[in-house]
């Protein structure tokens, strides 16, 4: 009978970057290559399907099943890959001058590559708490597989210790990020020649309405700073696209577009959200319906993840200052998979190699020094879960 592989860091990255994992398409041959790799050293996985089958999610423990643990959260999705301008193929990874390219080698795939490839090492440390790998899809799209693999391991996984999404943060450790709410509004009007914009509603002139609530809020919230590191330290509020109407003097009747909400942890983007619809039901459709009974306001929703707030006296944030030597934190404006662990009731921080600024970018990098840290970072954890 064969070894069972092993990987470096870098190797395993190679190998997960050569799967185009795309949010658009499926991720279950990297899933199905996770799996394999973990059988072979008698690992085995849970792996939660979407409805569909088309994609996975995929936890497994390495130790004992006892409480304690720590868990290594990582996305298997990447966004696309399609601009011009790339050096070499995004699903090949290359080092040039102490830096490995590829879609994903910074944004999220290093970190993963880290956890799966000590797994040997966390096998043959003997630990005391175990460690659980947890790979989700869909996070590039608004973390939609990670809530079923969090009420799977909910299930089946004694309360963990820390979480550690591993997010690129140049392994500074992050106990704060806002929220995100994101929706797309449709409004129906009734078109009618603009002379006689009296007898039609313009969904174009609708939507500016609605728009504008939006900036008002935004304003409203920007005078009322809330305390902490964020930056801006308020919920914001934007409309990122605006489409509508046909010709100048037609009366619009569709318009629509999409609002992003970022909330910080005090607050919800779903509170604001609902404001919206309030103020869209009550103090504008109304009106609208009043001319054309068959106009009207619709509001889809497109995604919805919840911040992460920083825990007073946090076991993940305590865990991963003493393991990367640190003695601050730092918070961010994007969002991540924590706020859904954390809402599970476990103490979650982020903490990954690799920059930020990269992420999505042309000849997406990370840098082999940040490899390194974060490879430096899992044998510490190793370490302490083996005492």
């Known amino acids: 009978m064969s070894s069972p592989r092993s990987f470096t860091p870098k190797e395993m990255l190679e190998r997960l970057v050569a799967f185009p994992t795309v949010s658009s398409d499926s991720n279950l041959e990297l899933i199905e290559f996770v799996k394999a790799y973990l059988a072979e050293h008698g690992v085995s996985s849970t792996v939660i399907f979407n409805e569909d089958g088309s994609k996975a ?26 601009e011009a301008g790339w050096t070499n193929s995004p699903w090949s990874l290359t080092e040039r001058n102490g830096r490995l390219y590829g879609r994903g080698s910074c944004d999220m795939k290093g970190f993963n590559a880290l956890a799966l490839a000590a797994v040997p090492n966390m096998l043959a440390a003997s630990l005391k708490a175990p460690i659980h790998i947890a790979l989700s899809y869909d996070e590039e799209v608004g973390c939609k597989g990670a809530p079923s693999m969090v009420e799977r ?99 619009a009747e569709s318009c629509s577009f999409v609002t992003d909400i970022r909330a910080i942890p005090q607050e919800t983007g779903q509170g604001f959200r609902d404001r919206f619809e309030q103020y869209a039901r009550t103090e504008i459709e109304p009106a609208m319906k009043a001319i054309a009974p068959n106009s009207g306001i619709e509001i889809e929703d497109l995604s919805s993840v919840p911040g992460l707030a920083p825990e007073p006296d946090g076991n993940a944030e305590a865990l991963a200052l003493a393991l990367t030597g640190a003695n601050d934190t730092a918070v ?54 083996a005492r």
Not at 187 to 201: E, K, L, P, Q
Not at 226 to 247: D, K, M, Q, R
Not at 376 to 384: N, V
């Open 57 to 82: 999610n995929l936890f497994a423990t390495i130790g004992p099943m006892a409480p304690g643990g720590v868990v290594l959260s990582g996305h298997t999705d990447v966004v696309p890959a399609l």
């Open 153 to 251: 391991m909910i299930e089946k996984v004694a309360t963990p210790r820390a979480v550690f999404v591993g997010e690129p943060t140049r392994m500074r450790v992050v106990n704060g990020h806002k929220g995100i709410v994101a929706f797309n509004t449709h409004v129906r009007g009734h078109a009618v020649h603009s002379s006689r914009i009296d007898t039609g509603v313009s969904a174009v002139m609708i939507a500016a309405r609605l728009v504008t609530w939006l900036d008002d809020t935004l304003a409203d919230n920007s005078r009322h700073p809330a305390p902490g590191a964020f930056e801006p330290p308020y919920t914001t509020l934007h409309c990122g696209v605006f489409n509508g109407g046909v010709a100048g003097n037609i009366v």
């Open 332 to 385: 961010v404006a994007y969002a991540t998979e924590g706020g859904i662990f954390q809402n599970a009731g476990w103490s979650t921080i982020v903490v990954g190699p690799g920059d930020i600024a990269q992420a999505h970018q042309v000849d997406e990098y990370i840098e082999v020094e940040q490899l390194a840290a974060g490879e430096r970072f899992i044998r510490r954890l190793i370490a302490d879960l």
